[in-house]
């Protein structure tokens, strides 16, 4: 008797959740916090142009490098035998808060949602054992990142409008005002045409 009505409670009660629900909803709601960032205001067009010209002259050498901090530990990667014995992985941290000193601020919430984005830390952690130098796999970090702020850059900030796309938009515009006007027009004198018929009457 007992089980039975342990189970209609369970039927009923819309507040029990299973613990495997439980855990769903608690990483959902994880998941949904890291991936979708803060709403900003919207971006002025000056801003937009100021990330288009950054982005333009983006490479690795452009990026300074004491943005980051780096550090080496023992790779996995391929090597052979010294793979092991030798601290060639690096690791390259970034502080937020240092990065959008030099970075437009169009990227910044694309930057706060990427997944190399420690939440904890406030961070981008980026790593590369792919070879067996340090420096090597530290230029591949930078490489890295450049592709984090080009990614960014390229979600947040829509391409320029060509004088020929404006020129069409404008064209289509007017076209459109011309058929309202049209339009109007021709309603109005349906109803004048009634009018005048009741007055026939």
């Keep these: 008797m007992l089980a039975s009505i342990t189970r209609y409670t369970k039927a ?7 613990s495997s629900c439980r ?7 994880l998941f949904s916090s890291r991936q979708v960032p803060p709403v900003s205001a919207a971006l002025t067009e000056t801003e937009l142009s100021t990330a288009r010209n950054w982005l333009a002259k983006l490479t690795i050498n452009t990026i300074p490098r004491n943005v980051g901090d780096a550090s080496y530990s023992r790779s996995s990667g391929p090597g052979g035998q010294n793979v092991n014995k030798v601290n060639s992985k690096a690791t390259l941290k970034v502080p937020l808060d240092r990065l959008t000193k030099i ?8 930057l706060r949602a990427s997944r190399y984005h420690a939440e904890r830390s406030g961070n981008l952690v980026i790593q590369s054992d792919e070879s067996r130098q340090q420096s090597k796999n530290l230029d591949l970090c930078y490489e890295k990142l ?19 796309q404006r020129q069409r938009v404008k064209e289509l515009n007017k076209a459109g005002n011309e058929a309202r006007l049209k339009e109007k027009k021709k ?15």
């Design 12 to 18: 009923v009660n819309p507040f029990h959740f299973s």
């Design 23 to 29: 855990l769903f909803c608690w990483q959902s709601k």
């Design 103 to 110: 970075v437009p601020l169009a990227l910044h919430n694309e």
């Design 146 to 164: 450049r592709d984090v702020l080009l990614a960014a850059g390229k979600t947040a900030v829509p391409g320029e409008t060509s004088p020929e």
């Design 187 to 201: 309603h109005s004198s349906k109803k004048s045409n009634r009018k005048g018929s009741r007055f026939d009457d």
